[in-house]
């Protein structure tokens, strides 16, 4: 079983720039297909961004889309979200999350990741 434990979050102002990181214990991500998702209080979880096993393969949700960037040190165990021109709408709890895959298939939907991050809080100011 893996854990993830998210960190990076804060309070920005819009135009700026954040970087998440997920790091994971218990095992190596090179498993793992990983997403970034985000969830406003009492909205459903949102898909952000998505990176294969290998990290050759990305999507991105179209409202992130050119200026978020997945990435992933497998050496590391580390996933990152480099999050540029931020929005005051992009403000939300940000998610790590994992699913055993190491096929090229990305996967939008948050039920089908297993495993799961604490969250962190990301606010941007106008």
């Known amino acids: 079983q893996v854990q993830l434990v998210e960190s990076g979050g804060g309070l920005v102002q819009a135009g700026g720039s954040l970087r998440l990181s997920c790091a994971a214990s218990g095992r190596t991500l090179n498993s793992y297909t990983m997403g970034w998702f985000r969830e406003a209080a009492g909205q459903k979880r949102e898909f952000v961004a998505a990176i294969n096993w290998i990290g050759v393969i990305r999507e991105y949700a179209d409202s992130v889309k050119g200026r978020f960037t997945i990435s992933r040190d497998n050496d590391e165990n580390t996933v990152y979200l480099q999050m540029n021109s931020l929005k005051p709408e992009d403000t939300d709890v940000y998610y790590c999350?994992?699913?055993?895959?190491?096929?090229?298939?990305?996967?939008?939907?948050?039920?089908?990741?297993?495993?799961w991050g604490q969250g962190t809080q990301v606010t941007v100011s106008s």
């Open positions: 999350a994992a699913r055993v895959d190491r096929t090229a298939r990305l996967d939008r939907r948050a039920n089908e990741y297993a495993y």
